[in-house]
């Protein structure tokens, strides 16, 4: 069944697609926020609510836009926001960052609101130097790579802007670039279909499902080595709790996911991926809160 509501001119305002376009990434919002708070931890710098706001914000925006824009890959993998208004997801777009960008403004934070764009930009259209033209949509894993680098680069100038240490802001930004690498594969092995028609060359689609787990497993030993000596070294603060759960959860989980999990008909399974990629930091942060408690 289709809702909608409409205005007496009788134009269709929204429609179920339209709603499913313009909450897509409100769990991508949340994440963001809780992801922001975590690196603050490390970092040592007191939580910034607004600052997790104006965040969240912006990646809403960021993942609504590439959702509000038509691609090949989505009628596959997205079939259910088919016949959404783009329109009104465009603006609900705009809204939400031009909201995140004066709340970072407010405290100085001019060129984190901007990144996500610029990557972007450069990521679909490629740069050219004099007649050499590079463009990076296509090319083997660079999808994943530029998801990693968006959210890394933008939480570490967040977080520069109260963090004198470069050290500790680089270890954050290769935690969150390697990490958020993982966990974008990881929500590939859905979309496999989807990115082989449109060409778009991710670990997945390219390496197969076995492979690309080695090399995520080989990815994750190699993190969190380098966060136990940046802890040991005190280089960021001791959140030991934080990332052994993130840890633990992310190899259980390559060890037993299976792309089939989403067409079980048991919840658990159909969930086990939005679990790991959306709400690890949420449920990270209760585990220390309540041993902290």
Known sequence: MTYRVKISSGVTFFDTPTMRLLNSST??????????????????IAARIPEYFAFGLLMYATYTLDRALDCKEDAINKSELCGANRTIGLVACMIAFCAGTILLFLDGIYLAPFLPFIIGYVYSRGFRIGSFRLKLKGSLGVKNVIVGITWAGTIALIVGQWCNSIQTVGIIFLFYSMKIFVTSCVNDFKDVKGDIVAGVKTLPAYLGENLTKKVLLLILATLYSMMAYAVFFGVVRDEWIVLLFSLVVTIAFLLVYSPSFENSPALFYRKMREFVISWESLISLGLRACVAG
């Open 27 to 44: 769990v991508v919002a949340i994440s963001a926020g809780l992801r922001l708070h975590i690196a603050f931890l490390l970092a040592g």
